[in-house]
């Protein structure tokens, strides 16, 4: 599709939803600015901007606009589930390390999708564990509903062309394929999984078979990479891949063995990633859609507890994925219940809260992670929060 045409399209999905025009003009200017930094994609007639967001035709785009933009809903917008805690692999850096408890069933994994959506949710990410060792993952991916969009985040391991279909027809919109490196070696060393490179590639494979699919590869960058100028590299690789999107993040300081500034970025790198993020997207090719871009102080800022919300495999609700603090579980409250309480402790902020406040988990932990509900609190309390960015200054006034 050629610019004009892709911005053809943008306008035309975007006047298919007059009713945005009533979230007044500096909205709409902020909104229009930054989704032409991106272009449009049409996939099996989904026009997708990039997976961080519902396709702009979608009954899900509707929503985000009635309910956020106009209804000003102070729930949130994007959640993201556990399915599983079960995984092949092991990585480093992973988010979930520790977390331990019963694991949900799928009765309660759809109970939580109707709650969620019920708070505002429009866009759910469904992760693990591995989420493709769920056997019900076709249920729960058409639970959600066509007014939802659906993201799964996968390593690929296992995935055979009738289960991708499945996914498909159960109302899956978009799928992330973990790969780390474009060198096989350091790939499955951050992995701690030989074979993990070349599972990736094969479900890759499976994936773009898949007619009608959203296709994109995830990957969890190392400072190290940033630092020596290997993002271009790893693009180029995933370029030739034929995947739709290069879904980009740093590792985050989740956990023990990610406290310390060296493992950090700092602003002035992910400014650097934003501008590989806006050169790539201009030059055409895959879309590049970097979390520090969607979440950076220029657009949306951090969103953790606020309009982002983590239940993790065992039912316990953080405001982020990235955070390993919990302040209740769907076993005993409702989610909207522990969601309000969250949203007590979180302001809007321009800066990614872990990013900022990692130091304070080695000292509330106790070796302990995720914190139970009492060290959350004590730990919120003393945490360091940005200011809000321009855009919800402007949605609430504040």
Same mark, same amino acid.
């Given at each position: 599709?050629?610019?004009?045409?892709?911005?053809?399209? *943008?306008?035309g999905?975007?006047?298919?939803?007059?009713?945005?025009? %009533?979230?007044?003009?500096g909205i709409?200017?902020?909104?229009?600015?930054?989704?032409r930094?991106?272009? &449009?994609?049409?996939?099996?007639g989904?026009? #997708?901007v990039?997976?961080?967001?519902?396709?702009?035709?979608?009954?899900? +785009?509707?929503?985000f #606009?009635?309910?956020?933009? *106009?209804?000003?809903?102070?729930?949130?917008?994007?959640?993201?589930?556990?399915?599983t805690?079960?995984?092949?692999?092991?990585?480093?850096?992973?988010?979930?390390?520790?977390?331990?408890?019963?694991?949900?069933?799928?009765?309660?994994?759809?109970?939580?999708?109707?709650?969620?959506?019920?708070?505002?949710?429009?866009w759910?990410?469904?992760?693990?564990?591995?989420?493709?060792?769920?056997?019900?993952?076709?249920?729960?991916?058409?639970?959600?509903?066509?007014?939802?969009?659906?993201?799964l985040f996968?390593?690929?391991?296992?995935?055979?062309? !009738?289960l991708?279909?499945?996914?498909?027809?159960?109302? *899956?919109?978009? /799928? $992330?394929?973990? *790969?780390?490196?474009?060198?096989?070696?350091?790939?499955?060393?951050?992995r701690?999984?030989?074979?993990?490179?070349?599972?990736?590639?094969?479900? #890759?494979?499976?994936?773009? %078979?898949?007619?009608?699919?959203?296709?994109? &590869?995830?990957?969890?960058?190392?400072?190290?990479? #940033? &630092?020596?100028?290997?993002?271009?590299?790893l693009?180029?690789?995933?370029?030739?891949?034929?995947?739709?999107?290069?879904?980009?993040?740093?590792? %985050?300081? !989740?956990?023990?063995?990610?406290?310390?500034s060296?493992?950090?970025i700092?602003?002035?790198?992910? %400014?650097k990633?934003?501008?590989?993020?806006?050169?790539?997207n201009r030059?055409?090719?895959?879309?590049?859609n970097?979390l520090?871009?969607?979440?950076?102080?220029?657009h949306?800022?951090?969103?953790?507890?606020?309009?982002?919300? +983590?239940?993790?495999a065992?039912?316990?609700?953080?405001?982020?994925?990235?955070?390993?603090?919990s302040?209740g579980?769907?076993?005993?409250?409702? /989610?909207?219940?522990?969601?309000?309480?969250?949203? $007590?402790?979180?302001?809007?902020?321009?800066?990614?809260?872990?990013?900022?406040?990692?130091p304070?988990?080695?000292?509330?932990a106790?070796?302990?992670?995720?914190?139970?509900?009492?060290? $959350?609190?004590e730990?919120v309390?003393?945490?360091?929060?940005?200011?809000?960015?321009?855009?919800?200054?402007?949605l609430?006034?504040i």
């Open positions: 599709m050629s610019p004009f045409r892709e911005r053809l399209a *943008l306008w999905a975007l006047s298919r939803n007059p009713r945005i025009l %009533k979230a007044g003009p709409n200017r902020f909104l229009l600015q930054y989704l930094k991106f272009r &449009v994609r049409d996939v099996g989904n026009l #997708i990039h997976s961080h967001l519902p396709p702009v035709n979608s009954r899900a +785009y509707r929503r #606009i009635d309910e956020h933009l *106009l209804g000003k809903t102070e729930g949130p917008s994007h959640a993201q589930i556990g399915v805690s079960a995984c092949p692999q092991r990585c480093s850096y992973c988010y979930n390390k520790g977390r331990s408890g019963r694991v949900m069933d799928t009765e309660t994994i759809k109970r939580v999708v109707k709650e969620l959506k019920g708070m505002g949710v429009f759910l990410g469904l992760t693990g564990g591995e989420p493709l060792l769920n056997r019900d993952l076709p249920d729960i991916i058409e639970g959600a509903g066509p007014d939802c969009s659906v993201k996968t390593t690929g391991w296992g995935v055979t062309p !009738s991708a279909a499945d996914l498909k027809r159960a109302g *899956l919109f978009s /799928v $992330s394929v973990s *790969l780390d490196d474009w060198r096989e070696d350091r790939h499955d060393r951050g701690n999984t030989p074979g993990a490179f070349r599972e990736a590639l094969r479900a #890759i494979e499976v994936f773009r %078979k898949t007619e009608g699919l959203d296709v994109g &590869v995830s990957a969890v960058l190392s400072k190290e990479m #940033i &630092v020596r100028d290997e993002v271009e590299e693009l180029s690789f995933i370029g030739g891949l034929g995947v739709h999107e290069a879904w980009l993040s740093e590792a %985050k300081p !989740s956990v023990a063995g990610f406290w310390k060296e493992f950090v700092t602003e002035a790198e992910r %400014k990633l934003v501008a590989v993020q806006d050169r790539w030059n055409g090719g895959i879309t590049v970097y520090g871009h969607f979440e950076g102080r220029e949306f800022g951090c969103n953790a507890g606020r309009k982002m919300l +983590y239940v993790d065992f039912g316990e609700v953080s405001p982020c994925v990235f955070l390993p603090l302040f579980n769907v076993a005993e409250r409702p /989610v909207r219940e522990i969601f309000a309480e969250i949203r $007590s402790h979180f302001p809007f902020a321009e800066a990614c809260f872990i990013n900022r406040n990692y304070l988990l080695e000292k509330h106790a070796g302990r992670i995720p914190l139970g509900k009492a060290e $959350s609190e730990l309390a003393e945490a360091r929060f940005a200011p809000a960015t321009k855009f919800f200054k402007m609430y006034r």
